[in-house]
């Protein structure tokens, strides 16, 4: 998932302070390519959101970093957990299913983490690991690890809508944002953090994009088996639909699409509310004939204040 980043992306390259606590990624996938950070930590201690550079990719109340799969197919063929720096196993909980979040599932009181667990490290701090796959944690309590090791699968257990790892890091128990350990909120200003490689911010983007001879499920998108290569040629229509997450009140997603005689469709979509993950479509219905044969190219763009944050392309064959 390559992201074009707007001014507002930060490039943090600064060390951690002497006795920090230093953080290798937690997750067996590349940062805007086939993993992406769904949500920060919340900054704001009252009702509002706010994440570390003063936007709002979080909510209300969150306390770790979500590092979240496009689609369920992702998680469905297996991305490994891994231990963020060397410590020991101090807790762990496993055979929670995967599935989706519904309010008032009383199976996830009191363990919204689903299946997950702790890591205890030197000086005060911990990390700990949630929402793994059912059955796929590797590791035993009292267990040294080192960076790196596998500690499961990125999963769907607990309170999650989305799969993804929330990595939570604290110190001496106090939630300790990983991108700015001192707690201050200096939005462009870049400053040190506890990792060993910055994941760089991105605040949106599109996921993916893909056609489909109609509107397509939502299920079917997050599932990732919406996307068509190949349509026939009385496909009754013919539509772009693009995934995208970290949407504000008036983005705009702009949906193109090329034909073999040149340009098909343009359509520019306002965001009407903030929505943490959304999909938006635009197509023709086929009224007369069939399409034109050919390669069809589709392209996605999240603009926000006139920048661009973000693009997705693709292709599909009619034949």
Known sequence: MKQTAIAAVLSLAAYPAAGELVLDLPIDCTPGESCYVQHFVDRDPSADVQDFTCGTLSYDGHKGT???????????????VLAAAPGIVAGLRDGMADRIYQPGDVEVDNRECGNGTVIRHEDGWETQYCHLKSGSLRVAQGQRVESGTVLGQVGLSGQTQFPHLHL??????????PYQPDMSVACDTPTSDLWADTPEYTPGGVIYAGFFPGLPEYDAIKQGSAAQTTLEPDAPGLVLFAFAYGGQKGDVLTLEIEGPDGAFLNKAITLEKPQAQFFRAAGKRRTQGPWAEGTYSGTAILTRKGAEVSRQSTRMTIN
Do not use: C, E, I, K
């Open 168 to 177: 939570s890091v604290r110190h001496n128990g106090t939630v300790v944002d």
């Open 66 to 80: 979500d590092f979240a799969l496009p689609t369920l197919q992702d998680m469905d063929r297996g991305v490994d």
